[in-house]
C-alpha cells in the first residue's frame, strides 16, 4: 500500500465539550471498574465515549492539563486491570469500531473493532489477516497494546509484526500518521501502545 503523506493535527475540539462528555454516572463507572481477570477493581471518577480520532486527542490533551490518570478501554479482556484507573478516567473505544478500508493489499480498522468484525470483513472477499488471536471478541488496539499472538505466531510473528501503518495519538494531543517510512521512530514506540486507526495487509487463503 503506498503510504500517505506525514501529518500532524493540532486539537480541534475545545476542553468544555469534552468535559460535557465526562459520563460521572456511578453505576457506569463500576461497571468499567472491572476486566476480564476479575480480581483487580478500580473504579474511575468518569467514563469518555469516544467516536473520533479527535474526541481521542481532545480527551488525552485534557486528562494531561488536569493531571488525571487515564486509562483506554476496548472490550476489557485484560487480565491485569491495564484497561482500569482508581480515581481516572476511562477512554471507551467502542465507538471506533468501524472497518475504515478493505484492499486486496489491506485492511485500515480503527482501535475499537473486534477481530471478529476484522475476519468477517476480509473473509468476504477472500482475504484473511496474517495473525488473529485465538479470542476474537477482543479489540485490534487491545492486542496490538500486547503485541498480539496466535496459533500462527509460531511461523508468522505477532500481530504487531504485520502493522503499515498507525495513526497515533500522542500524549501533547497531536494526531500523526507513521509508517516505516514516515516517522519511524515514532512508528517502533507505539506498535505495541496505544493507536487510533492500524492500517495491516490482508493476506488470501493459500
Known amino acids: 500500500m503506498a503510504a500517505k503523506s506525514p501529518h500532524y493535527r493540532g486539537l480541534m475540539i475545545k476542553s468544555d465539550e469534552i468535559e460535557a462528555k465526562i459520563l460521572r454516572d456511578e453505576s457506569i463507572c463500576r461497571a468499567v471498574g472491572q476486566d476480564y481477570g476479575g480480581y483487580l477493581h478500580h473504579v474511575p471518577q468518569g467514563v469518555i465515549r469516544v467516536t473520533s480520532v479527535e474526541e ?31 480515581g481516572g478516567l ?64 509460531w511461523q508468522l510473528g505477532a500481530q504487531t509484526d504485520h502493522v503499515c501503518e498507525l495513526e497515533v495519538v500522542t500524549a501533547a494531543g497531536d ?24 492500517s495491516s495487509p490482508a493476506h488470501a487463503f493459500g
Open 56 to 86: 481521542v486527542a481532545a480527551a488525552v490533551s485534557y486528562a494531561a492539563r488536569n493531571g488525571v490518570p487515564l486509562a483506554a478501554r476496548g472490550s476489557a479482556h485484560s487480565t491485569h486491570g491495564q484497561s482500569q484507573t482508581d
Open 90 to 153: 476511562v477512554l471507551d473505544l467502542r465507538g471506533l469500531a468501524r472497518v475504515v478500508e478493505l484492499t486486496q493489499e489491506s485492511i485500515t480498522v480503527q482501535a475499537g473493532a473486534r477481530w471478529r468484525e476484522v475476519a468477517h470483513a476480509s473473509l468476504n472477499v477472500g482475504r484473511t489477516f496474517p495473525v488473529f488471536t485465538d479470542y476474537l471478541g477482543a479489540t485490534v488496539g487491545g492486542t496490538l497494546s500486547v503485541g498480539g499472538v496466535g496459533s500462527r505466531t
Open 175 to 198: 494526531i500523526v500518521d507513521c509508517s516505516p517510512d514516515q516517522h519511524p521512530e515514532l512508528f517502533d514506540a507505539v506498535r505495541c501502545g496505544l493507536v487510533s486507526s492500524p
